[in-house]
């Protein structure tokens, strides 16, 4: 607790004592100047009082039993326990209370089921009238609060509306009859009670279906609100002034029937609707809360004299040098300049196996380091890094709607003037031919329909599976863009997938070498690399680490020259050696046999671009290099066949290298030589002979491709623009994660068609029964009470059976 600060001149402590202490850390303890006697004595003194940090009762110093010294200060407590706590933890009791983190200024909120609609800050749907979520979520901003606050309101609610259907029923279902004058005295208890819960507790119903009426967008909210409105006014004339009531209305002891019962126990039902229905959908965001926790708090920041500092990670900024330890998170995404380590990846691309990370390579905010330290530049802060980008297309993703939420939009449009319809229907049905009394058995049944009838199941059919599923996905390597993307890519027939990058790594390697005289394989390697080591071309960096990768030494190069269009050449140990084409042969007076040809255009037809090596003017090698297949690939073809899909592969690289490729993989159809608009014609030809098109590419030059497809497949290894135009993006950038997605894709149609079927089949049984279809075959009539449970029950099914596809298998 905090205390206010006193200048304590007329009563200072001895030299020799410490200071007393408040539990804010002041420089001294309130003062209080009093008289004090002492067995009858008149002597008057000054006593100082300070209150007891822990607790925050006061404690005169003079005569304080528990005492206890910290950095120099005393401090006094009420009791020995107290005591006890400080000493165990002084900085808990010394510091202030933290404030709770104020909302973002104009942060933007949204409704869970119409997308379109949103505002800065919170508050209802006026469509719906559910509570509105944040754009963007926090892992601050979600503290429970809500959910506590609707509990605690259901359980209140509960405990009023108990009594009230226990006074109500317990005649009917017991025999209770109380006598005179405790059957007053029960009625106007179970009109206050149910007066309470409807007023107060169905405050927020009576709001959201009076927001839906001013521009017109009726919701369940509206039935709620009709209903048991009409069901507690006419209750409370009833009650008060049975007289008013045309004879119909009286019983046969010429009581008028009230319906306190099935108001109050409908508030409640709809309370505990709301309250399962809110647990749910924090849970289906669980996926999304677990990749907001993966980035750290703070980041070590090295500073340019070296000094290493903690710092929160807002106050990162591209460039900054940080010290990622064995054992932290990575926190923003950046390239590494010093050391050498492996990085757990698994939560980002769900791969087991660390990779390995050193000089020059690029690492991302939230994963984890695991054996070695390494200091990385900055360079993606904030919302530009990976992690940030895959929760905001998530969150997109969860907010949009699928071509199935269409069929649900358009039904809810008429659903409920066509509810009220109905329900007006079967008032004047039973107030016309109905048993005695007509005008109650009306309206109950009104009422009935009024409340079963609640669209909350239908509304819910589409976003709630949208929602679990693209958590799912996100967990699997996937990110959906929107709903449409998960509902498309179930129907795909044909995959259009690029080569380099999306097949292959998309980065050169070395594939082979081949000695055509008496030199060594590592002889001819180190000979190349050194020559090599000045050059930036990507085919030199290739040829450098597959040298390092292998253990060899590259020697040291003089007389380095580089001839445009042919190669290089230098002196390593005293030897002229050359590395080019065939361009560079000619220009050395070199020539190949054509034995030495025809093994170059063998490595040629695997993909390879072969490179001749010269030493002392003698033709001593050739290196292949490629872009290699990605260990993946070929697994990812083969399911993808399995599944049904025709595999074509769109490459700007030549006819002999893409050939080649396809011929490895088994892909069904190869063009070569395209252009970014050629392979957007292809895509087009397609989809016009009625193929269901996926395109699947990482390159700028794929981005018109993957716009037209039916879907676009980004690989998260590529570009930016690629992924922007995609509308899945798989983070790993490998194909495999293509057949879960579809899968994926596959179970959440399955399971939105599930829960429009049960929505549908829902309403158009228990309106019917609402309205007292029942009654002519079995006497019996649907209580509005019963009604209200069946809908609130309705909502609920629909989560769980979306809550289903977290376990869907993949």
């Not at 020995?80 to 909120?109: N, T």
């Not at 869970?112 to 509105?132: F, I, N, R, Y």
């Not at 000695?515 to 960096?541: I, K, N, T, V, Y």
């Amino acid at each position: 607790m905090s205390m206010e600060k006193h200048d304590c001149c007329s009563a200072k402590p001895a030299a020799a004592e410490p200071a007393v202490k408040s539990c804010c850390g002041g420089a001294s303890a309130s003062t209080e100047h009093a008289h004090h006697g002492h067995h009858g004595a008149s002597q008057d003194h000054v006593a100082q009082a300070a209150k007891d940090p822990v607790c925050g009762m006061s404690v005169d110093p003079s005569t304080a039993a528990h005492r206890a010294e910290h950095d120099g200060h005393a401090y006094y407590f009420c009791a020995q326990r107290c005591k006890e706590k400080f000493l165990a933890d002084p900085a808990r009791y010394l510091q202030p209370p933290a404030k709770p983190a104020p909302a973002l200024a104009g942060a933007v909120y949204t409704c869970p089921m119409h997308p379109e609609v949103q505002q800065v800050g919170p508050g209802h749907c006026p469509k719906c009238g559910m509570a509105l979520e944040p754009m963007m979520p926090s892992l601050d901003e979600d503290d429970g609060h809500e959910l506590r606050a609707m509990s605690r309101r259901f359980w209140i609610l509960a405990v009023l509306t108990l009594p009230v259907f226990v006074l109500a029923m317990g005649p009917h279902l017991f025999g209770w009859h109380l006598p005179m004058p405790w059957d007053g005295v029960a009625g106007w208890g179970e009109a206050m009670l149910a007066t309470v819960v409807v007023l107060w507790g169905g405050a927020p119903f009576f709001a959201r279906g009076w927001q839906s009426l001013r521009p017109w967008s009726p919701n369940m909210y509206t039935l709620i609100a009709l209903g048991t409105g009409v069901a507690w006014l006419y209750s409370v004339v009833a009650f008060l002034a049975p007289s008013l009531f045309p004879q119909g209305f009286h019983d046969a002891h010429g009581r008028v029937g009230v319906y306190f019962e099935s108001a109050a126990v409908i508030v409640t039902l709809v309370t505990l609707g709301d309250f399962l229905e809110l647990r749910a959908r924090r849970r289906t965001s669980a996926a999304l809360k677990g990749l907001l926790g993966l980035a750290p708090k703070t980041a070590r920041r090295v500073a340019r004299d070296g000094s290493e500092h903690d710092v929160p990670l807002d106050e990162v900024h591209p460039g900054d040098m940080l010290r990622v330890r064995p054992g932290e998170r990575v926190p923003v995404d950046g390239v590494v300049t010093e050391g050498s380590s492996h990085v757990d990846e698994s939560m980002l691309t769900g791969e087991p196996l660390p990779v390995g990370k050193r000089l020059g390579e690029r690492v991302t905010g939230g994963t984890i380091n695991q054996d070695g330290a390494l200091l990385m530049r900055a360079d993606k802060v904030g919302a530009e890094t990976m992690l940030a980008q895959i929760v905001a297309l998530v969150a997109q993703a969860q907010r949009s709607k699928a071509p199935l939420q269409r069929v649900a939009d358009r039904v809810a449009a008429w659903f409920v003037p066509a509810v009220v319809a109905v329900a007006a229907l079967a008032f004047v049905l039973w107030a016309s031919l109905g048993p005695d009394p007509r005008l109650a058995h009306a309206l109950i049944a009104a009422v009935s329909v009024l409340i079963i009838a609640c669209p909350c199941a239908l509304g819910l059919a589409t976003p709630i599976s949208i929602m679990v599923a693209s958590g799912r996905a996100a967990q699997n390597g996937v990110l959906f863009r929107d709903a449409a993307a998960i509902e498309s890519l179930r129907s795909i027939d044909t995959l259009v997938v690029d080569k380099t990058g999306t097949l292959t790594e998309g980065r050169p390697s070395l594939q082979d070498v081949v000695s055509l005289g008496a030199r060594p394989f590592d002889q001819l390697l180190a000979l190349a690399a050194a020559l090599e080591r000045p050059s930036e071309h990507p085919l030199a960096r290739a040829i450098l680490d597959g040298a390092q990768s292998r253990g060899i030494a590259v020697p040291a190069v003089e007389d380095f020259r580089s001839m445009t269009g042919a190669g290089v050449e230098g002196v390593v140990h005293g030897h002229a050696v050359a590395l080019g084409n065939r361009q560079l042969l000619a220009n050395i007076g070199v020539t190949a046999t054509p034995a030495v040809l025809d093994r170059a255009d063998i490595l040629r037809a695997q993909g390879a671009t072969v490179m001749f090596l010269v030493v002392d003017g003698v033709l001593e090698g050739l290196l292949a290099v490629a872009d290699r297949v990605k260990a993946s690939t070929p697994r990812a073809i083969d399911d993808l066949h399995a599944a049904g899909l025709r595999i074509v592969m769109l490459t700007g690289d030549n006819a002999v290298t893409a050939k080649a490729v396809a011929g490895e993989l088994g892909i069904d159809e190869v063009h070569a030589d395209v252009s970014p608009a050629d392979k957007a014609a292809v895509v087009r030809s397609l989809r016009a002979q009625g193929h269901r098109v996926a395109m699947a590419g990482d390159g700028i030059n794929d981005a018109p491709a993957l716009a037209v497809a039916d879907v676009g497949i980004a690989m998260g290894s590529g570009t930016d623009i690629a992924m922007e135009s995609a509308q899945v993006t798989l983070v790993k950038g490998e194909l495999t994660a293509i057949v879960r997605a579809r899968a994926l894709s596959q179970a959440t149609v399955r399971n939105i068609r599930q829960n429009l079927f049960f929505a549908f089949v829902y309403n158009a049984v228990g309106v019917p029964l609402a309205a007292g279809l029942l009654y002519p075959l079995l006497g019996v009539m649907l209580s509005p009470m019963v009604a209200a449970l069946a809908m609130s029950l309705s909502s609920v099914s629909v989560v769980g059976n979306a809550l289903r596809l977290r376990h869907a298998p993949l």
